[in-house]
């Protein structure tokens, strides 16, 4: 009897805390019913941002495996069906001088970096556009990398209007030359009046000599010879002016920076003789090999020795000196600087002076150091003006230095 009466509590017990298990077992369903549905409207409310995001979002698998791309993505790549690029290589869509930096970039994610980088892409009809994507790199709940999350961006008009602007600046900067050559055609006039009046010297003296039957053979080698040289500086001056009024350089080539000062030294002096001053050139020994277009360079120093003159105007000639030296900056980098003697600048314009159309000058027009810092940037390089501790500013050009590529 009283062991029927606690299988019977047992019982009742064992049936209470079925029931309990039961209830909690519901619970547990009820809330992973809740979870799941959580889950799906997060999975379609991230679906749906993806789907309408005007940018390319695309999921890559390590080889380049087109896993999925919103709409905007196949508009992109010109894919008429999704079909058409999912499942299929990303590098279908990748211009083949990229190809390999491409593959580079996918490496990177994969290793866990996230990574910027712009290419030029042709689409599945061979439509040509320039992309900037940003990637980064998808775990899964292992949090291993399971595939590439990248957006990327149409920067094609971007691309064209910098080109544009680059093609508008060619021009400014050859209308700009053409005008520093009206300016300095006295001075022009002056250089080649040089050569021309001793050879015409040198000619007569010869002739005179000759009809005087005086001359010997050797006496007249060396007349000869001068006449060649004066010649040949005059033709030296030519060729440099019709060097500097062409409307483009020739294209980027290995130069050593002091050999371009070297080169239009000629122009240079020129110009602050003319100014009553002197001209210093301090050179690096050792070549500083950039890549340069050589035209556009010589310009920017034809600016900035033009600019230094200017600003010594108010001194005694003997005062008017601008130095132009070249050396290896501390980076490794080669520096082209041009010092003066003049006022300085003052801090506050130090960055100003380098905006299109800011001039201090009655009749200036304020574009010289603005194209000047569009051809340093467009050489990868930098310029800066600071001033100098005895006073006088310094202007500072620096670009990037390829060694090993010496002529
Ligand atoms: P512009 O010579 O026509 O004024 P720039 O762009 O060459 O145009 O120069 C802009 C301004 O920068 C000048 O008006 C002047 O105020 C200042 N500047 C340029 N070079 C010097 C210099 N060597 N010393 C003092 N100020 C300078």
């Excluded at 080539?253 to 003789?273: C, T």
Aim: proline share 3%; glycine share 8%.
């Amino acid at each position: 009897m009283v062991l029927g009466a606690t299988a019977l509590a047992w019982g009742f017990a064992q049936r209470r805390r079925c029931a309990a298990a039961v209830d909690r077992l519901e619970a547990a369903r009820v809330e992973h019913a809740r979870v799941q549905e959580r889950l799906r409207d997060n999975e379609a409310r991230l679906r749906a941002i993806i789907e309408s995001e005007p940018e390319c979002v695309k999921i890559l698998a390590a080889d380049g495996t087109v896993l999925e791309v919103n709409p905007a993505g196949q508009v992109l790549v010109d894919a008429d069906d999704p079909a058409d690029i999912v499942g299929r290589s990303i590098y279908l869509t990748v211009a083949p001088e990229f190809q390999e930096s491409y593959r580079r970039q996918v490496a990177r994610v994969f290793d866990g970096e996230a990574v910027v980088f712009e290419f030029r892409s042709l689409s599945l009809k061979g439509r040509e556009r320039w992309l900037e994507t940003h990637a980064v790199p998808m775990r899964g709940a292992s949090g291993d990398i399971a595939c590439w999350l990248g957006i990327s961006r149409d920067m094609t008009a971007r691309r064209d209007a910098e080109e544009k602007l680059r093609r508008h600046q060619l021009e400014l900067a050859h209308v700009a030359r053409l005008s520093s050559m009206g300016e300095i055609a006295s001075g022009i006039a002056h250089e080649l009046n040089q050569p021309l009046t001793a050879i015409a010297g040198f000619v007569r003296g010869a002739v005179r000599r000759l009809r005087e039957g005086s001359v010997r053979t050797d006496e007249l080698v060396d007349t000869l010879e001068d006449v060649a040289g004066q010649a040949e500086r005059a033709a030296r001056v030519i060729r440099k002016i019709r060097e500097f009024t062409r409307k483009e350089g020739a294209g980027r080539r290995p130069e050593d920076a002091s050999g371009l000062v070297r080169s239009v030294a000629v122009l240079l002096d020129m110009e602050v003789r003319q100014a009553g001053g002197e001209l210093r050139i301090d050179l690096h020994p050792e070549p500083l090999t950039i890549a340069a277009d050589a035209i556009m360079l010589e310009q920017v120093l034809c600016n900035l020795v033009r600019n230094a003159i200017e600003s010594m105007a108010g001194l005694a000639k003997d005062e008017r000196v601008v130095t132009v030296s070249t050396r290896r900056a501390a980076d490794g980098g080669a520096e082209v600087s041009v010092a003066d003697r003049g006022p300085g600048i003052p801090a506050a314009l130090a960055d100003r002076v380098f905006e299109p159309f800011f001039t201090t000058k009655q009749q200036g027009v304020g574009i010289g150091l603005s194209i000047s810092q569009s051809i340093v940037e467009s050489h990868g390089g930098v310029i800066r003006v600071d001033n100098g501790f005895a006073g006088g500013a310094i202007f500072r050009v620096w670009l990037p230095v390829r060694d090993g590529e010496a002529r």
